[in-house]
């Protein structure tokens, strides 16, 4: 009884708190959620507008991702992307007892391009963000805006990648997120990642066979809280099938699955 006491205060406590932060902080990127949330210099495509919308400067050819969230609380979101534009919609929501559940609705849509063009050895982007929350049948939103950059080098070890970015540059009812990030990709396939962020610290690392499979694992530290994340995508033809556990110290482990299309 006292655990269920326990886990119907979480959940409101949590509900009550998501009012004032963006449904994306919930991680709805299933390959970025795999590496602990380290994407912001890696980003690309529908996934990557959520972490850094500068990464909507390299896509190339028209994508299309989705993730559904299942744990404690359920969520989801559906993206697409196509070069130097995208755009998505994210869900999540649960009932805690009769006039205690809460709801989110969120639209995201970007700009990306390629500062190359104009001298910069850069990627630039921005993304407008909103969002509708409701609480016990009480509702609010707000507006935000995602300004990114991303620089790529290429070095004798790889490519060395690093981000900076501001998410929910906010007029209203969302929080402030500062990102500085960096990346390195290996000709071989192995990848390592970190995001600072003013809300958490992510570190995530991958290995891609033959650009057939992925497998990643990352750690996240959060409000204290120190969360293991482990991912696993497959590629084959124009479809990406991925997955990832994110655990947590007081709840149970939350899943992600995430299905893509590349055209």
Known sequence: MRRTVFALAIVITSAVAQAQVSLFDLGLGTR????GGAYAALAEGAEGLI?????????????????????????????????SLGAGLG?????AGEGLGFSQ??????FGL?????????????????QSTSIAGEGESGIGLDIGVLASFTTGFGQVQAAMVIRELSFGGLSTEFVVAGAWVSPFGLLAAVDLTSEYLALGLGWSFMGLTE?????????????????LGVHFGNYTVDYALLTH?????????????RF
């Open 51 to 83: 972490y850094n919308p500068a990464g909507l400067g390299r896509v190339r050819g028209i994508t299309l991702d989705s993730t559904v969230l299942a744990g404690w609380v359920g969520a989801g979101y559906v993206g697409a992307a196509m070069p």
């Open 249 to 261: 110290p007081l709840l149970s482990p939350s899943h992600r699955f995430g299905f893509g299309l």
């Open 114 to 130: 390629d500062l190359r063009a104009f001298g910069l050895p850069a990627l630039g982007g921005i993304a407008l963000r909103y």
């Open 91 to 95: 869900y999540s929501g649960t009932s």
């Open 215 to 231: 497998v990643r694992v990352g750690l996240r530290q959060e409000g204290g809280l120190f969360r293991v994340a482990l991912g």
């Open 105 to 110: 609705l969120a639209l995201i849509a970007g």
């Open 32 to 35: 970025a959620m795999g590496l």
